[in-house]
């Protein structure tokens, strides 16, 4: 882009001189030619020619520094930009504004269980770094609530299935790990209900989906 630019500038600078050339000669010749030019003259016009090549450098010189600060600038500006709309985005898929994709793990939980008991099982994959979760298809938030009896469970609304599916996005060797440890969330609701069977599967890429809530808040506003 600056080489373009100063081809273009060069070339203005050259037409330019060219013309000036023609018509401080059509000046001071008055029609008769370099041979009817004295040789003061003949300076004088050289020297002319010469102050106002020195001008015309100086202005390419300075258009193309002008050309270089804007080119930082606007590499500065672009690198800002880019870091705020990075920085909005995690925003947004930390917060279930936008769907989020990434390793994981899928826990399936076949059984009878309360809400609350997944309540528990969303608290503990938060605790062990998860980015994003879902239950039975549902993206989960800050609100969000996992309700009801055995058998009746419901989230946003939305009924769940008797084999209900929860999908964390994080680190599954972590995740699985602090899942299936000895005396973990899983050993304890198994141990609590009956019948309840667990499988956690490491998935090397979930889809989550953005949540259906309106997510703005009410009473909270931003701290300037």
Known sequence: MRTSGSRLALTAVALLLGFLVVI????????????????????????NLSTRNDQLRQ???????????RLAEQARGGTSAGAIRSDIERIEAWSGAIGVTGPGVRVTLRGDVPGTAVGDLINELR?????????????????????????????ENTALPPTLVVEAIGNAATLTGTLARAGGVIAQLQATYDGLSVEVTPIDRLILAASERDLAPREARPKL
């Open 24 to 47: 401080q000669l059509r000046a001071q010749g008055g029609g008769s030619g370099l041979e009817n030019q004295s040789a003061q003259e003949l300076t004088l016009v050289v020297a």
């Open 127 to 155: 605790n062990a770094g998860s980015e994003a979760i879902a239950v039975g298809g549902v993206r989960v938030t800050a609100g969000t609530v996992v309700a009801g009896l055995p058998g009746e469970l419901s989230v």
């Open 59 to 69: 202005e390419v010189a300075d258009l193309e520094r002008q050309l270089d600060a």
